[in-house]
């Protein structure tokens, strides 16, 4: 009797798992810490066209990067993540771009970001593990509507071309770009690739990074989203 119970509940709790939208089993995969991912692009618009061509959802203009020569466009991907479409701003042709972004062929994610408890708290731990970064630097943009977006930011020296991410915190007054971003999209998996996933893992348990390191044949980020127009996957 015990046995066809145990049974039973078996096979009820296995139906409802079979039944549960995927993005329900993959939250795991989902960094708790993560941010935003950033697409990159070398024109915005078709940015914007190619994820709303994968996602079937528009993602909505920011704003502009005074002073750093982009601009972008968000799109929400659940609560406290968000994708991030970055591009070069014409209005800013002379600007640098550390990225190369005005060189890419097709969109590409460029990078991540995780927000820490405390972007002080974080720089003393990059600080006592011997690594070298930039920050916590002050950024601003303004929004369409005019209210302004702040954050700090710390950013490694050696990112390993973005595979390590930055460390973003923002300000108590600003709305988190997911709060009002397109919504109806949702980052049900994001990982990292490389030739030695566990020397990555390492790396990442020196960061207080908690994200999935797996094996490829290079580094790279991989992400998968599920939008209306069904799911699909970005890298780097």
């Excluded at 203009?61 to 968000?74: D, I, K, M, Q």
């Excluded at 006592?128 to 702040?150: C, I, Q, S």
Aim: net charge neutral; aromatic share 6%; with cysteine.
């Amino acid at each position: 009797m015990k046995d066809g119970i145990t049974r039973r509940v078996f096979l009820a709790t296995a139906g409802a798992t079979l039944a549960m939208p995927r993005a329900l089993l993959a939250k795991e995969e989902v960094p708790p810490m993560l941010d935003h991912i950033l697409l990159g692009t070398s024109d915005l618009d078709a940015g914007i066209a190619f994820v709303e061509t994968h996602t079937g959802l528009r993602a909505a203009f920011g704003g502009v990067h005074p002073g750093r020569g982009t601009r972008n466009a968000l799109l929400s991907l659940g609560e406290r993540h968000y994708l991030e479409i970055i591009a070069p701003d014409p209005e800013q042709a002379g600007a640098a771009d550390p990225y190369g972004l005005r060189a890419l062929s097709a969109p590409r994610l460029i990078t991540w970001a995780v927000h820490p408890a405390s972007i002080e708290e974080q720089a003393g731990r990059l600080r006592r593990a011997g690594l070298a970064f930039d920050g916590p630097t002050a950024g601003a943009r303004k929004r369409p509507d005019g209210r302004v977006l702040e954050w700090k930011t710390l950013v490694l020296k050696d990112t390993r071309g973005g595979l390590l991410p930055f460390f973003i915190e923002w300000s108590a007054g600003s709305v988190h770009p997911s709060a009002d971003a397109p919504q109806g999209c949702r980052l049900v998996r994001f990982e990292a690739g490389a030739e030695d996933p566990e020397e990555l893992r390492r790396t990442f348990n020196v960061l207080g990074v908690e994200v999935s390191a797996v094996r490829g044949r290079r580094s790279e980020l991989r992400a998968a989203l599920s939008g209306p127009a069904g799911e699909f996957s970005l890298t780097s």
